[in-house]
């Protein structure tokens, strides 16, 4: 993996940010360490996480591993550039060699990225996770730090036409470390999960509700949750649309209403 070619690519997202003209407001960055391991577990709104998330690093001066779908990596567009930069293909049917890759990362003192929600999120709610991030933190000892993104939803998510608008508001929180050790008390990776999960979507229904999000007066719009009376899909129809693994754990969590 070359950092330069990583630098490149940000660099020509980061044109295309300032071209949208996103309001982005960041905060808790000062969680990311400047040096050693840690895994940033963020939640799922739209397609362009990727590069926002990697903003949380900014402070630090790190560049972010993310895993993503192996699909990316199969594409003649993108293969080059994702293994280049050096993120990690998942493969659903195979996930143990992509948890092995990242696990050699983080030992190396890399910043990993995941999306726990293993794709998108329909319902903008936080949805039943894949347990590998808590699992990464908990072996090496990685401090394990919940990102809650919202906003970018407006412009290009899942299902939905893309609504090129400049101006639009986007914001990213990272939360302070979570200790899912077994020191700690959390008895193991499905347990770590679940407190994840809670954190994630107690940060995400704060981020929500902030005026900047708030859709206009009379408008319920699709990309603002049902239960804060938008048009999204509700959390039971999103959740039949779902074809997780068996290994994810399911919410526990629920969205304050």
């Known amino acids: 993996m070359t950092d330069r070619l990583y630098r490149g690519v940000v660099g020509a997202g980061r044109v295309a940010l300032r071209a949208l003209d996103l309001r982005v407001e960041l905060t808790g960055d000062e969680h990311v360490p400047v040096r050693g391991p840690v895994v940033l ?3 799922h709104v739209s397609f362009l996480d990727f590069l ?3 903003l949380t690093a900014d402070r630090s001066r790190r560049l972010v591993r993310f895993l993503a779908r192996h699909e990316v990596f199969d594409h003649w567009a993108s293969r080059r550039l994702m293994a280049g930069m050096g993120h990690v293909p ?3 049917r195979a996930p143990a ?3 092995l890759h990242a696990r050699r990362l983080l030992r190396a003192g890399e910043a990993v990225g995941v999306f726990p929600e293993a794709g998108v999120s329909r319902s903008f709610t936080v949805r039943a996770l894949m347990p590998g991030a808590v699992a990464l ?6 401090p394990l730090l919940p990102v809650a993104v919202w906003g970018p939803q ?3 998510t899942a299902k939905q036409r893309p609504e090129v608008r400049r101006g639009r508001p986007v914001t990213l929180v990272v939360g302070e470390p979570l200790d899912v050790s077994a020191a700690a008390g959390v008895a193991d990776a499905v347990a770590g999960t679940r407190l994840l999960g809670a954190t994630l979507q107690r940060m995400l229904d704060d981020v929500q509700r902030l005026p900047r999000h708030r859709p206009g007066p009379g408008e319920a719009p699709v990309w603002h949750p049902a239960h804060l009376g938008g048009h ?3 959390v039971a129809d999103a959740a039949t649309l779902q074809d997780l693994p068996r290994s994810a754990v399911a919410p526990t969590w629920q969205p304050r209403a």
């Open 90 to 92: 998942v493969d659903r």
């Open 154 to 156: 407006r412009l290009l």
């Open 137 to 142: 933190a908990r072996e090496t000892g990685a």
């Open 232 to 234: 999204a899909l509700t």
């Open 52 to 54: 926002l998330v990697g």
């Open 97 to 99: 060699a992509a948890y």
């Open 41 to 43: 577990a963020a939640n």
